[in-house]
C-alpha cells in the first residue's frame, strides 16, 4: 500500500487545460473518489497518475517517491477500465494470470495468486470459461481480480461498473467496498454517478473543468457544498437555489416540506409552493412548481424550467396535488447561503 500526493498537476493537450493546477493527498488504504461530469478532467487526473498521460507542470508522488519520470509500469499501480479489456480467447484463469505471466513468475506462484484472487471474487469456479460465456458482472469481477493479482500499491478504477444495468451495479458496489475494507489498498476511483461517489468514496473529490471545487467526506459536501457548482451536482434531485432578497439561498428538496411536518415554535422559513406537477416514485413523491417570493436560479442545461423541487413521503400522496398553493417550510439548519457574485458558499443555517 502507499500514499499518493499530487503536488499543482497540469495536464495540457494544446490550448485545453484537462487538468489544470490539482493538489491532492490521499491517504495510506483510502478510497478516494473523483466524481464529475464528462469532460471534467477526472479520468485525465487518474490517467496522469498512472504515468499514461504525460502531465504538463508539477509532480505526482506515489509513496512519497516522485513518479514523473517513471513509466506505468514501473509505478506498482493496477488499473481496471469501464471496458474491462478482457483477452476473449483466453480463458477467466489466464486472463487473471495473465501481468503475473509478463514478467514470468514462477507456474505454482500463478496458480496459487490466481485462485487467492478468484477466491476473494468468489469467481473460482469460473476460472475454466472465456469471457464470451460470462455475465456482465462476472466480467467486472474478473478484471478486477487480474488487477489484484499484482498486489499493487495503488489502485486505479475508471467507472468499472457503468456497463453493468442498475440492480447489478448496487450489488457490486456493495461488494468493491467490502473487498476494499478486507485489502486495503489505496484506492482511485473515478465515475460521474454521485450516487455510486456518496456509497463508496471516504472522501470524495468534485471536478469541473480540470480542478478540484471541493473534497471531503460524501455526506460534508451533501450537506454543505463549496458553491453552488457542487450544490447543483449532487444530490438528484439537485439542491433547489433561490434568489431571496440580497441573497441566494439552497436547500435540498426532502428539506422542503408541507406545514403539516412543522410547528410553529420550530422557526422554520415560510414559503407559499404553487405545485405545478407531481411525480409518484413509489416510496417517495417528487413536487414541482415555483416560489412566488423567490427567484429560481437557473444555468444552461440545469434545471432550465427553474422549477422548485420537493420530495415527500408516499403516504402523503393526494394530499398535495397538481394546481394547489400549500404552505412549505425548510428548517434553518437545513439552509445554505451563497454569494450572488461569486457563488461561493458563505453559511448554513444554525446547528
Known sequence: MATLKVE??????GGVRAVD???LNVKDG??????GASGSGKTTLMRTIAGLEKLTSGNVLIGGEVVNHLPPNSRNIAMVFQSYALYPHKSVFRNISFPLEAVRTERAAIKEKVE???????IGHLLA???RALSGGERQRVALARALVREPNLFLLDEPLSNLDAKLRHSARHELKKLHQRIGITTIYVTHDQVEAMGLGERVAVMNHGKIEQIGAPSDIYRSPANTFVARFMGSPAMNLLETGS???GFHPENFLPSS???ASTGAQHFEFHVSGVEDLGSDLLLYGSVPSAKPVTEEGVNESGAVIAKIPARLAGTIEAGQQHDFFIQPAFINRFDRATGQRLSAGPA
Open 129 to 131: 470459461r472465456k469471457p
Open 21 to 23: 493546477g490539482v493538489d
Open 30 to 35: 483510502e478510497f478516494l473518489v473523483l466524481l
Open 247 to 249: 441573497e441566494t439561498i
Open 116 to 122: 487467492w484472487a478468484a477466491g476473494l471474487f468468489g
Open 8 to 13: 499543482n498537476v497540469h495536464t495540457h493537450f
Open 261 to 263: 411536518h412543522f410547528e
